[in-house]
């Protein structure tokens, strides 16, 4: 394993590597899930809540319009009645007179406060009480705005007294005193204040705590509120208009700050608010499965990658533990592994291994010859060549006259070395003429043409092979000339005859060989090339020369008795190929 | 010589009339459609105007639970009566500071006409209908006219000299300018109203109205 900038810990068994891989993998995907559903479920909570407090806002400002239509139609009521128009028939209305029926009009409709203002804005009663000083600028303001607009009404939110702590929120109204419309005669005020009753009734309805904010100057702070006082006392000392998440103690809440636009001095705002946890609750119940479903996975995982583990190590072990059988040269033995996978694949791959192995093994044995390749693979192919034929081949024996004698003088490494330089040139002619090496026989060798493969030309092929070895000692002569080695030389006996081929031997050790009568007569006729009066190094049979169909150059010398032949065998000697010179 | 006093008396009076102009008000509104229920009066710069009050009083009726006219121009000192020919009573009522009134709810003829003593604009309606509202513009000169639905007011015998002509509309304000006039002269005076949008209220049955408008 490579090294890591991390200390990771080294894992040597595949299986622990493996469980490692599939507990973090499985454990990674579960916490991320879980990660995102937690994150997911806050956000969506988030904005749920925001909506909501949209709503909120928007809820509270119809509550207050409509409560202030409602009055606004009451006043409507009243202003057309008698008694009012009476006020306004006397030549000097009585200012209190009017207020003290503005009192039981207020009464009427449940307002703490009333005023009558006239067309250009004069005082001409109010019901009196602490609001009296403080509300007629407001009012008066108002007047003005109503009377430049399309319905000559208006309404705003008002602080009164604007100064001092005992100020309260209310929300103003103007409504006009016709007589008859569209003449505007006088405007009847009206405030009705923004309170605790208010504040709990939209809690109610909305869910939201609501907080009512002011400020004279800069900053403002709560001063009506449905939160519980130890709550209150945990709000941030400023809240300014917007969205924000506020902690109270041990929970979050959500909250939006929407201004209140005073027409006194001064800013006002109402505070809404949803804990965040209240509105995760219902979620929470998904969170825990989630997490439960995280502690199952990964148990399961850890119980599964072992087996899985196994189930790969195993197999693996028994091919490496083959390997072993190969090495010590069981080529028999197979792998029993039965699997449709790559490692059944494997199994298999080696299995042929063996089989191939074993196979080179036995091509080995059967030929122990230095053959080609495709005479090998062509054996390999047709079998039957090994187990026993009959076959007309050419066999070919060639000895060397003085070898011992030239080797006497020199080391054995030495004679070693040339013998295997003479076998070399000889064995690759023969080769070369589609012939094989049999066997050498101390400084002989025996070579067949026509098996183990079939050869139709084999006599032609023997005795061409025979003439090139004959130039091909004199050049390894030359050699050994120049080395100050004695020369060498040779004989070579052919025949052509009928013989058994095929492996020849016990079965821990076999050789292709060929037995028959035949290979006598080559022998034979290789060792009376010695008989200096017929001055041959190549003697084949009448045999041979009828097989072959080349021309060559040859002397008849009669027949020659053969050992353990009753009749002689013809020979001649073979001087080249060719015509026959002139005689 | 009764005969020969008399055509003297009527060529006088002939050539008294000769000598009197007449001003034509054409009232028009931006969009250039006539506008009636409009006042013209022509005020003398330089010495008042005497003004008269007729000997019987102007009717302003109540006919189909409305006033009728909607605009009555009088001089100061008019009385006014306000015969009901409904089948229900009214009751009519002004605040205006012009006239303060109120005759309780009767039926038929009102019991006695109101004298208009003040000059000003005095807008009249009904305590038990709404909808009722008409206006009394009471004048100080004798020179005034109504415009008519062709947007119109013809303002005659009126001495040369030089005048403030006013045009009042109950929806506009009242638009001012000098008119000069010459013995036998009939000038026009083409003079643009900008209305306010009409707040009457509608009688039309829309039984499910907010209310108060």
Known sequence: ?583 | MKLLLAIALLAAGAAAADAAGTVTVVTRDPAGKPVADAVAYLTPLGAPARVEPPAEPVAIVQRDQEFMPYVTAVVVGTRVAFPNEDTVRHHVYSVSPAKRFEIPLYIGDSKEAIVFDKEGIVTLGCNIHDWMVAYVVVLATPYFAKTGADGGAEVRLLPAGRYRLDVWHPRAGTVTREVAVADASDTTQIISVILRPDRRIRRAPDAGGPGYK
């Open chain 1, 1 to 583: 394993m490579r090294a890591t900038p991390f200390r990771l810990p080294r894992f040597k068994r595949f299986g622990s590597r493996l469980l490692v891989l599939i507990a973090g993998l499985v454990a990674l995907a579960q916490v991320a899930n879980y990660a995102l559903v937690f994150r997911a479920n806050r956000r969506n909570a988030i904005e749920r809540i925001r909506a909501n407090l949209d709503k909120g806002a928007l809820l509270f400002t119809h509550r207050v319009n409509a409560r202030l239509e409602d009055l606004s139609s009451r006043a409507a009521l009243m202003s057309g009645d008698y008694a009012i128009r009476q006020l306004f028939l006397a030549e000097q209305i009585d200012a209190a007179t009017v207020s003290s029926a503005l009192e039981t009009y207020r009464v009427r409709i449940g307002l703490p406060f009333m005023a009558l203002l006239s067309a250009d804005g004069s005082r001409l009663g109010d019901s009196g009480g602490g609001l009296a000083a403080a509300a007629l600028a407001p009012f008066r303001g108002l007047v003005a705005r109503a009377a430049e607009s399309e319905e000559p009404q208006a309404r705003g939110y008002a602080r009164l007294p604007p100064d001092g702590p005992d100020g309260r929120l209310y929300a103003l109204q103007v409504v006009p005193v016709y007589a008859p419309k569209p003449e505007i005669v006088a405007w009847i005020c009206m405030a009705l204040p923004i309170d605790n009753r208010f504040a709990g009734e939209l809690k109610a309805d909305a869910q939201l705590e609501v907080t009512f904010l002011y400020g004279s100057a800069g900053e403002m702070r709560p001063v009506e509120s449905t939160l519980p006082s130890e709550r209150l006392a945990l709000e941030p000392a400023r809240l300014e208009p917007g969205g924000s998440t506020v902690r109270l103690g041990a929970e979050s809440f959500v909250t939006s700050v929407q201004p209140l636009p005073l027409v006194t001095p001064g800013r006002a705002a109402i505070a809404l608010q949803r804990s965040l946890e209240a509105e995760l609750e219902p979620s929470r119940l998904l969170e825990r499965f989630l997490l439960i479903l995280l502690l199952v996975s990964l148990g399961v995982a850890a119980m599964v990658a072992p087996w899985f583990a196994r189930n790969l190590s195993r197999p693996l072990r028994a091919l490496a533990d083959h390997t072993g059988v190969i090495a010590r040269g069981d080529y028999d033995t197979r792998l029993a592994i039965d699997r449709a996978d790559e490692i059944g694949q494997l199994a298999a791959s080696f299995n042929r291994m063996s089989e191939g192995l074993a196979e080179r093994d036995r091509v080995r044995d059967l030929l122990d010859k230095n053959v080609s390749p495709e005479v090998a693979a062509q054996l390999m192919r047709d079998g039957g060549a090994l187990g026993g034929e009959e076959r007309e081949i050419s066999v070919l024996f060639v000895d060397l006259r003085n070898f011992t004698r030239m080797s006497e003088p020199l080391a054995p490494k030495e004679v070693l070395a040339i013998l295997n330089r003479y076998f070399d040139r000889m064995s690759t002619i023969v080769e070369v003429y589609h012939g094989i090496v049999d066997k050498y026989m101390g400084d002989a060798i025996m070579a067949l043409f026509g098996a183990p493969v079939a050869l139709p030309n084999h006599a032609d092929c023997a005795i061409l092979a025979a003439i090139e070895m004959k130039s091909a000692l004199e050049r390894f002569n030359a050699e050994l000339a120049t080395d100050g080695r004695g020369r060498l030389a040779f004989g070579i006996g052919i025949n052509t005859a009928k013989v058994i081929a095929g492996n020849i031997g016990s079965s821990r050790r076999l050789n292709f060989s060929v037995i028959g009568d035949g290979v006598n007569v080559a022998a034979r006729l290789q060792d009376l090339t010695r008989m200096s009066q017929y001055r041959a190094d190549i003697l084949v049979s009448a045999a041979t020369l009828a097989a072959a169909r080349g021309r060559y150059s040859v002397r008849p010398l009669g027949a020659a008795p053969v050992r353990g032949r009753d009749e002689p065998v013809e020979i001649f000697a073979v001087d080249g190929a060719g015509a026959p010179a002139a005689p």
